[in-house]
């Protein structure tokens, strides 16, 4: 008999002998204790009653799912595709690694294609599907810095005033973040416009310096993408130091900050300075996943126009001359906080769950184990390979 078929012959459900993650610590000898899709709360194994279906989960790891909010694809394909075997794949996958929600992310292209992908993004969040639940889209929008594109492609790219966004915002009910370079013309009138709509406006992509980017957040700027990747940083104008935007990153407590811990993107020190400065309640871990994620070393990609190439744990520009977005999913990326950068566990799970659903407003539904929050939860192995994995109440199979 399956876990499912067991649940279903009981009313509650009960995850037993096993290391619970809270926000603020992991604790054993409770059960989580869940009924239909719905955490009811923890209690102590010995008042479990025959009512309730027990899981022995053998001293594992049980978490909250974990939640990416910059992912593009894996596995082949990318939620630019407005296809429904693409998604279903990058999803079936995600949810195999106890990714239990993301946020698809689009990379830029004709303003045309995006609508259509918001179109099929909002079809697809209004039908029951298997897999990771997708909470909304993230776009790294047209609207970035030329300079700082890194690997977006460069034909794609515009500026906000030339009139181009509206068929965009027309989609405020599914678009969660909005990716933009403050410094360019047009930008802050965007930003407010983005606030006003419930869209979360993200610096990324961009040359601004500190004074833009406290201008934008006065009109609502409040997220910063993927740190020290295709960012500025601290430039002389004449005798004078102009901060960039890692450094607001780094010092302003009103942004959100998203960090991909890949030990591709970022060595040691700079993923150890992040943590220092920015600390896990406003640090989120993202896998910024592309569609070479999960495949072999010298396997090539595209997104859009442009072609990439799976390097040494990493996607990489054909010339090498940038990185392509990781190619490691989220659940991968814990290890490395913790035995890499020396963060405690506790945190870097909170850095994958409760951090990012705070920064786009959804803690009070999912990101940590607690009473009345959804039955979204994942059971990891040691290395952090998932074990079990379950969404809204139910067991991923």
Not at 23 to 40: C, H, N, Q, R, Y
Not at 152 to 163: K, V
Request: aromatic share 6%.
């Amino acid at each position: 008999m399956t876990e499912s078929q067991l649940a279903l012959r009981h009313k509650w459900i009960a995850l037993t002998n096993g290391r619970i993650a809270l926000p603020d610590g992991i604790i054993s000898g409770k059960a989580v204790v869940i009924e239909g899709d719905t955490i009811l709360g923890l209690t102590d194994g010995g008042h479990l009653g025959s009512e309730t279906a027990q899981l022995d989960v053998g001293g594992r790891l049980i978490t909250p799912g974990l939640i990416d909010i910059h992912i593009h694809g894996a596995l082949g394909h990318t939620f630019n595709e407005p296809d429904p075997a693409a998604w279903d794949i990058i999803l079936r996958e995600n949810a195999r690694r106890g990714v239990t929600s993301l946020v698809a992310t689009f990379a830029p292209e004709s303003i045309a294609n995006l609508a259509r992908g918001f179109d099929f993004c909002r079809k697809w969040m209004n039908e029951p599907h298997p897999g990771t639940r997708v909470l909304g889209a993230h776009l790294e929008s047209p609207y970035v810095s030329p300079a700082q594109r890194g690997a977006l492609d460069p034909t794609s790219m515009r500026t906000p005033g030339d009139g181009s966004v509206e068929p965009l915002l027309a989609y405020a009910d599914v678009l969660r973040i909005f990716v933009l370079a403050p410094e360019l013309p047009g930008a802050l009138d965007l930003i407010a416009r983005l606030d006003s709509l419930g869209i979360i406006p993200a610096v990324g992509h961009s040359s601004a310096k500190d004074e833009q980017v406290l201008a934008a957040m006065c009109a609502g700027l409040r997220h910063v993408t993927h740190i020290w990747s295709a960012m500025s940083s601290t430039v002389r104008e004449g005798p004078w130091r102009k901060p960039g935007v890692l450094e607001s990153a780094l010092v302003f407590d009103g942004l959100n900050v998203e960090m991909i811990a890949d030990n591709r993107h970022l060595p040691y020190t700079l993923m150890k300075l992040a943590t220092k400065c920015i600390g896990p309640d406003r640090l989120s871990i993202v896998s910024d996943a592309t569609n070479g994620a999960g495949l072999p070393t010298g396997t090539r990609y595209r997104m859009g126009s442009m072609e990439y190439v799976v390097g040494d744990g990493v996607g990489m520009m054909l010339d090498n001359t940038a990185f392509a977005g990781s190619t490691t999913l989220l659940n991968q990326m814990i290890p490395v906080l913790r035995d890499v950068v020396g963060v405690p566990l506790v945190e870097a799970i909170r850095m994958a769950t409760l951090t990012p659903t705070r920064a786009i407003g959804m803690d009070a539904s999912i990101g940590s184990i607690a009473p009345g929050k959804r039955a979204d939860i994942a059971i990891f192995n040691d290395d952090f390979s998932a074990w079990r994995v379950m969404i809204s109440g139910r067991m991923n199979e």
